[in-house]
């Protein structure tokens, strides 16, 4: 019997790789629906976005949807909406998260909270997204009111790009940030759409933000601001899925899409 | 443009030039601003009035257009920055004159947070509305915080977090506050652009200020309440 077709809403700084997933893995039952990735730049429009596309997408008869969305900063009201409407979606804060893996990405910001993350989508789009979106290209001198707590930018990459990579490079530079690469490939995503896929993802999603605070009794527990990570945690250079452990998570197909 | 270089802001009346600083303010003109408030000064003007009816007032037609979406947050860092420039000005002779502190505030991002553009901007209207503010900065942990509230003995605790991943480190802080018994010695107010009403509930904090005229809003209504409350006392 074939798969009951899924339809993906995602945001669409996350189409060109769910696009590439679906190809590689040949997910024929699966349909990618994108709003616009200029609401990065909005997130307390998304929530409301994201219901009209769960609408939209009923109405045209979809019966299995899931949302290629993490919180993307809308503070739990995305996951109000998805509640309202039995709707999954990607598991954590951002989709950099997703990309580097929850745990490694969480050792990352410990390590220096003031990290900027650009991803393959947001270095190709740094400057309508970044430079345009922030308005720098007009007022270059407030720079320092947005980046000026930042240390270094982080590439996340889900691709061997060279171009990309000097893309990046040029981003940090102009916002006069160290620069760092640290390849992730598909990552959460890839898992997260093959579950979708298979019909291995039910029912809403608990992603309670209070559910996961620390206690008063942890606050101590992290490594102190400004030390070294913690054991396991992401280096530049290295590639999350590569080892044993990171292999087991991530899942075979991050890693093989990543490699197209 | 020609017509605005040839404004001199000399000839205008008082009540011009108040209208003219904040259009100046709106614009994000530093150098217009502080020469408007050099002028309003030398015309004897107190510090303290320049400041609430200039530069505040221009501000807060700033918030408001900031809230409608006609302006966005560049427009608003460039307001800021020449509002920034007045009270350089001003904060000199605020002291001198002592001017009227009608609250005090400690103030600071969140532990594993490093953005301050909001909670400058909050910072900045307080001290505009004459609250007198310790602004901690950025990164703060539980124990900065408690620290500070020891030290200056404040009327409100100020919270603010852009990360979704950070800012349920509110309730470390006010949890810490409970543990010590001292949580009710402080008004407890909480923002950033991912915190909601909801959220501030949760965490145990005592208003959740959407931006920095609302916080402006809440503590003055904190403050009166506290104040009819001593009289009726």
């Known amino acids: 019997m074939p798969p009951e077709a899924l339809t993906v809403i995602a945001c669409g700084a996350l189409a060109r790789e769910i696009t590439r997933l679906i190809a590689f893995s040949k997910l024929h039952w699966v349909t990618l629906a994108c709003l616009p990735a200029t609401l990065h730049n909005r997130p307390e429009r998304i929530p409301e976005a994201v219901r009209g596309a769960i609408h939209r997408a009923r109405e045209r008869g979809a019966s299995r949807i899931v949302v290629a969305y993490a919180d993307c900063g809308t503070g739990g009201l995305l996951d109000q909406v998805l509640a309202e409407e039995g709707v999954v979606r990607l598991e954590g804060a951002h989709c950099y998260a997703a990309y580097a893996g929850q745990e490694a990405f969480a050792a990352l910001a410990e390590a220096e909270p003031g990290t900027f993350y650009l991803t393959d989508f947001l270095a190709r789009q740094f400057d309508t997204l970044v430079v345009e979106g922030l308005g720098l290209d007009r007022h270059p001198e407030l720079r320092d009111a947005y980046f000026g707590n930042y240390t270094r930018l982080v590439l996340l990459a889900q691709s061997d790009d060279a171009a990309l990579t000097a893309k990046a490079e040029a981003a940090a530079r102009r916002l006069g940030l160290a620069f760092e690469r640290v390849f992730t490939g598909m990552g959460e995503l890839a898992t997260f759409v093959q579950a979708a896929a298979d019909g291995t993802i039910h029912g809403a999603t608990d992603h309670s933000l209070l559910a996961r605070h620390p206690g008063p009794g942890d606050r101590q527990g992290g490594p102190p601001d400004g030390q070294a990570p913690a054991p396991g945690a992401l280096r530049a250079g290295d590639r999350p899925g590569s080892d044993a452990g990171e292999a087991h998570r991530d899942g075979s197909l991050s890693r093989a899409v990543a490699e197209i | ?233």
Not at chain 2, 56 to 80: S, T
Not at chain 2, 138 to 151: M, S, T, V, W
Request: charged share 25%; glycine share 10%.
């Open chain 2, 1 to 233: 443009m020609s017509d605005e270089a040839e404004l001199n802001l000399r000839e205008l009346d008082d009540e011009e030039l108040v209208k003219q600083i904040q259009d100046d303010l709106y614009d994000g003109l530093r150098d217009e601003v502080v020469e408007g408030v050099d002028i309003l000064l030398e015309r004897g003007w107190e510090p303290y009035r320049v400041l609430t009816e200039a530069l505040v007032g221009g501000m807060a037609i700033v918030g408001v257009d900031f809230r409608d979406g006609i302006l966005f947050v560049p427009e608003v860092l460039l307001a800021a920055n020449s509002m920034k420039g007045g009270m350089a000005v001003l904060r000199p002779l605020l002291a001198e004159t002592g001017a009227p502190t009608v609250g005090k505030l400690v103030i600071g991002t969140v532990k594993g947070d490093i953005h301050d553009i909001g909670k400058n901007l909050v910072s900045m209207m307080m001290e505009g509305a004459g609250f007198e503010v310790i602004d901690l900065g950025i990164n703060c942990d539980a124990d900065k915080y408690l620290k500070a509230l020891d030290e200056h003995k404040p009327d409100f605790l100020g919270m603010s977090a852009l990360l979704t991943t950070t800012m349920p480190y509110m309730k470390v802080v006010i949890d810490t506050l409970i543990e010590q018994g001292i949580r009710d010695d402080y008004v407890v107010l909480v923002g950033g652009a991912p915190l909601n009403e909801q959220f501030a509930k949760a965490v145990g904090a005592d208003a959740y200020c959407r931006d920095a005229s609302v916080a402006v809003d809440t503590a003055q209504a904190f403050m009166a309440r506290k104040h009819n409350q001593r009289a009726s006392a």
